[in-house]
């Protein structure tokens, strides 16, 4: 780089130019894997334009099942960049759920009061979630993987004996049909060409530019790098690194009753089973989004465009003619493992070369 | 900062001690510093060095003796705790992290802030400019402050945490083997910021268990040996091999001397047989 002079140690740090930069960001090979998801399915469909893939009606469909994984995966982003893995998510969702249907239709509380409890009930088991992780010292994926069979199983038990029998309670859509503030979770935010938006897509960029801005413009989001990064030296720094955990285990849980909350007043009924398998999605959106297993690296913004890969995968499969959406799992599985070899180069970039 | 700091020394541990499980790490050991001194803390591996400085920058309590700033008694519940009465502490293992951006590493902990209430935020333009300016300071120009802490040689992260520690020690700086892992180019930098801080008016403890860069720069010498004190000197009083005698590690290396004695005196023969 420099002709004649002797570099001196301090001057082998090179300049970084944009390019290189967006190359050695963290969601760099989501947004590009967005793109080229995009193109692929456009292209297997014939590059038609104004029906199927190609349509109001077609975006709309995969960008709410984008916008209901996205909010679920920006916080677990920011608990996976602090280290720590979430898998009840996905029975939060179906007791969360069951939690709301039951209050509105069995026993009758407005929506509001019902609500609230859903979001207190779920924030309580965050943070239980995040104290034993904290207080025992054992992974959270093995904390987590107790309360995922612990939420499910009673949740099934529970709901049979106070409905008599039943696994599924129904007539959320009765209760609520009047209450204005069930749009929150049900409404649609504009139509354009036939497409109905809904208002998770709302909820969906609320999360994710509240997330990305926590961890990239507050002190806390830096304490969740640090945290990830290595727990010894960033109490030695003086970051309160059990706060920070349990705060994140809560934002996790709060986003799973967001998820049930539009689920439930959607569809107007709530299923003991809801939510299933959606812990490992949330993840695979956080991996293709850019954040490392082992945290300490990582974007919310990443796992917008993580989500966007995964609900145009699920969604454009059913469009590609002579497939079938048999092959999710499969095509899903294959990104994920893409998506952590490329993490793993952008890093080693990143990191120039040494770690 | 008041009138009776003058005399007393800002910090002191008092005969403390301290055991984990079975292992007793110190038993009945004392080390003070004053400002504008430095007090090389000298010790083998396992001597109780790390338990010491641990329990001087609020990690452990002792269990056993006490701790003392400017002559009056103080209980460091938290690394927090001694941060904010100004003891800055550079870890050995713990210094930065890798995968952070220099000025995120430069400030953790203490992020400035802009804005009020819910919009209170890091300050992201003052920390970069804070971080490049002060690594500019010590020799390291930073031209992109968002450059990954990685990418860095180990002199460079040992010279960053203690960079961060002078901004942040205001009173205390407590330096962990910050020359072990460093060539002697830039173990010499390491060194001469000792002495800048020392000159500067804080009060440094210096660990490092190779007495060739504690005797240039230290004017009191605190020996452990296996977890006790084996003496206190002061500049002057004592020289190299009397020091590595006091560590533990005088026996050994005086051994393995006249090992090589015999050998080079057998290899002398083995040639003249030959011959």
Same mark, same amino acid.
């Given at each position: 780089?420099?002709?004649?002079?002797?570099?001196?140690?301090?001057?082998?740090?090179?300049?970084?130019?944009?390019?290189?930069?967006?190359?050695?960001?963290?969601?760099?090979?989501?947004?590009?894997? #967005?793109? $080229?998801? $995009?193109?692929?399915?456009?292209?297997?469909?014939?590059?038609?334009?104004?029906?199927? $893939?190609?349509?109001?009606?077609?975006?709309?469909?995969?960008?709410?099942?984008?916008?209901?994984?996205?909010?679920?995966?920006?916080?677990?982003?920011?608990?996976?960049?602090?280290?720590? $893995? /979430?898998?009840? +998510?996905?029975?939060?969702?179906? #007791? #969360?759920?069951?939690?709301?249907?039951?209050?509105?239709?069995?026993?009758?509380?407005?929506?509001?009061?019902?609500?609230?409890?859903?979001?207190?009930?779920?924030?309580? !088991?965050?943070?239980?979630?995040?104290?034993?992780?904290?207080?025992?010292?054992?992974?959270?994926?093995?904390?987590?993987?107790?309360?995922?069979?612990?939420?499910?199983?009673?949740?099934?038990?529970?709901?049979?004996?106070?409905?008599?029998?039943?696994?599924? +309670?129904?007539?959320?859509?009765?209760?609520?049909?009047? /209450?204005?503030?069930?749009?929150?979770?049900?409404?649609?935010?504009?139509?354009?060409?036939?497409?109905?938006?809904?208002?998770?897509?709302?909820?969906?960029?609320?999360?994710?530019?509240?997330?990305?801005?926590?961890?990239?413009?507050?002190?806390?989001?830096?304490?969740?790098?640090?945290?990830?990064?290595?727990?010894?030296?960033?109490?030695?720094?003086?970051?309160?690194?059990?706060?920070?955990?349990?705060?994140?285990?809560?934002?996790?849980?709060?986003?799973?009753?967001?998820?049930?909350? !539009?689920?439930?007043?959607?569809?107007?009924?709530?299923?003991?089973?809801?939510?299933?398998?959606?812990?490992?999605? #949330?993840?695979?959106?956080?991996? !293709?989004?850019?954040?490392?297993?082992?945290?300490?690296?990582?974007?919310?913004?990443?796992?917008?465009?993580?989500?966007?890969?995964?609900?145009?995968?699920?969604?454009?499969?059913?469009?590609?003619?002579?497939?079938?959406?048999?092959?999710?799992?499969?095509?899903?599985?294959?990104?994920?493992? +893409?998506?952590?070899?490329?993490?793993?180069?952008?890093?080693?970039?990143?990191?120039?070369?040494?770690? | 900062?008041?009138?009776?700091?003058?005399?007393?020394?800002?910090? @002191?541990?008092?005969?403390?001690?301290?055991?984990? =499980?079975?292992?007793?790490?110190?038993?009945?050991?004392?080390?003070?510093?004053?400002? =504008?001194?430095?007090?090389?803390?000298?010790?083998?591996?396992?001597?109780?060095?790390?338990?010491?400085?641990?329990?001087?920058?609020?990690?452990?309590?002792?269990?056993?003796?006490?701790?003392?700033?400017?002559?009056?008694?103080?209980?460091?519940?938290?690394?927090?705790?001694?941060?904010?009465?100004?003891?800055?502490?550079?870890?050995?293992?713990?210094?930065?992290?890798?995968?952070?951006?220099?000025?995120?590493?430069?400030?953790?902990?203490? @992020?400035?802030?802009?804005?009020?209430?819910?919009?209170? &935020?890091?300050?992201?333009?003052?920390?970069?400019?804070?971080?490049?300016?002060?690594?500019? @300071?010590?020799?390291?120009?930073?031209?992109?402050?968002?450059?990954?802490?990685?990418?860095?040689?180990?002199?460079?992260?040992?010279?960053?945490?203690?960079?961060?520690?002078?901004?942040?020690?205001?009173?205390?700086?407590?330096?962990?083997?910050?020359?072990?892992?460093?060539?002697?180019?830039?173990?010499?930098?390491?060194?001469?910021?000792?002495?800048?801080?020392?000159?500067?008016?804080?009060?440094?403890?210096?660990?490092?268990?190779?007495?060739? &860069?504690?005797?240039?720069?230290?004017?009191?010498?605190?020996?452990?040996? &296996?977890?006790?004190?084996?003496?206190?000197?002061?500049?002057?009083?004592?020289?190299?091999?009397?020091?590595?005698?006091?560590?533990?590690?005088?026996?050994?290396?005086?051994?393995?001397?006249?090992?090589?004695?015999?050998?080079?005196?057998?290899?002398?023969? &083995? @040639?003249?047989?030959?011959?």
């Amino acid at each position: 780089m420099t002709v004649g002079a002797t570099p001196s140690e301090a001057q082998r740090i090179r300049r970084v130019g944009l390019w290189r930069t967006f190359l050695t960001r963290p969601e760099f090979g989501s947004i590009v894997g #967005a793109l $080229f998801i $995009f193109l692929l399915f456009w292209a297997l469909t014939g590059f038609t334009v104004g029906k199927g $893939f190609m349509s109001w009606q077609g975006f709309a469909a995969y960008i709410e099942i984008t916008a209901q994984v996205g909010i679920l995966g920006a916080t677990v982003s920011l608990l996976m960049i602090a280290g720590e $893995f /979430d898998l009840s +998510v996905g029975s939060m969702i179906g #007791a #969360a759920g069951l939690i709301l249907a039951m209050c509105v239709s069995t026993y009758g509380l407005p929506l509001w009061l019902s609500i609230i409890i859903t979001f207190a009930f779920a924030l309580a !088991i965050g943070w239980l979630n995040g104290y034993l992780v904290v207080k025992t010292g054992l992974p959270s994926f093995i904390v987590t993987l107790g309360s995922l069979y612990m939420l499910r199983g009673a949740g099934l038990a529970l709901t049979r004996i106070l409905t008599n029998g039943l696994t599924i +309670v129904s007539g959320v859509g009765t209760a609520t049909a009047n /209450d204005p503030l069930a749009w929150l979770f049900n409404g649609t935010l504009f139509s354009i060409g036939g497409g109905d938006f809904k208002v998770e897509l709302l909820w969906w960029i609320l999360v994710v530019g509240l997330a990305s801005w926590i961890l990239l413009r507050t002190r806390f989001g830096n304490w969740i790098f640090a945290v990830g990064g290595s727990k010894d030296a960033s109490r030695s720094m003086g970051v309160p690194v059990a706060r920070v955990k349990i705060l994140l285990f809560m934002a996790t849980a709060a986003c799973a009753a967001i998820f049930a909350c !539009i689920q439930v007043l959607s569809v107007g009924t709530a299923d003991v089973l809801r939510g299933q398998q959606k812990e490992f999605e #949330a993840i695979i959106t956080a991996v !293709i989004g850019g954040t490392l297993l082992t945290g300490g690296y990582g974007s919310a913004l990443g796992s917008a465009f993580g989500a966007f890969v995964l609900g145009v995968t699920q969604l454009g499969i059913f469009f590609v003619p002579g497939f079938n959406s048999d092959w999710y799992a499969f095509v899903l599985g294959l990104l994920l493992l +893409v998506a952590a070899l490329l993490n793993n180069w952008i890093l080693r970039r990143a990191s120039g070369a040494r770690s | 900062m008041t009138a009776h700091s003058a005399n007393a020394p800002v910090l @002191e541990a008092r005969n403390v001690s301290k055991g984990f =499980g079975r292992v007793l790490a110190l038993k009945d050991v004392s080390l003070s510093v004053k400002a =504008g001194e430095v007090n090389c803390l000298l010790g083998d591996n396992g001597a109780g060095k790390s338990t010491l400085i641990k329990m001087l920058s609020g990690v452990h309590r002792p269990d056993s003796g006490s701790l003392a700033m400017d002559g009056e008694p103080v209980t460091l519940s938290s690394p927090h705790d001694a941060q904010a009465r100004g003891i800055a502490t550079v870890f050995q293992d713990l210094a930065v992290l890798p995968l952070m951006s220099v000025s995120r590493n430069f400030f953790l902990g203490n @992020e400035p802030t802009k804005g009020f209430g819910p919009f209170r &935020h890091f300050d992201v333009a003052t920390a970069d400019r804070v971080a490049r300016q002060r690594m500019k @300071e010590i020799g390291i120009e930073v031209r992109e402050t968002s450059q990954l802490v990685g990418t860095m040689s180990g002199g460079e992260r040992q010279t960053l945490a203690i960079a961060r520690a002078e901004y942040f020690g205001a009173r205390v700086l407590i330096l962990d083997e910050p020359t072990s892992a460093l060539g002697v180019k830039q173990s010499a930098i390491v060194l001469r910021h000792i002495l800048r801080a020392r000159a500067n008016g804080l009060a440094v403890i210096f660990i490092t268990h190779n007495v060739q &860069h504690a005797l240039p720069v230290g004017d009191k010498f605190t020996i452990l040996s &296996h977890g006790r004190s084996a003496g206190e000197f002061r500049r002057g009083e004592v020289g190299l091999d009397q020091l590595l005698a006091l560590m533990g590690g005088g026996a050994e290396l005086t051994e393995l001397a006249t090992e090589l004695e015999q050998l080079r005196a057998a290899g002398v023969a &083995h @040639e003249a047989d030959a011959s």
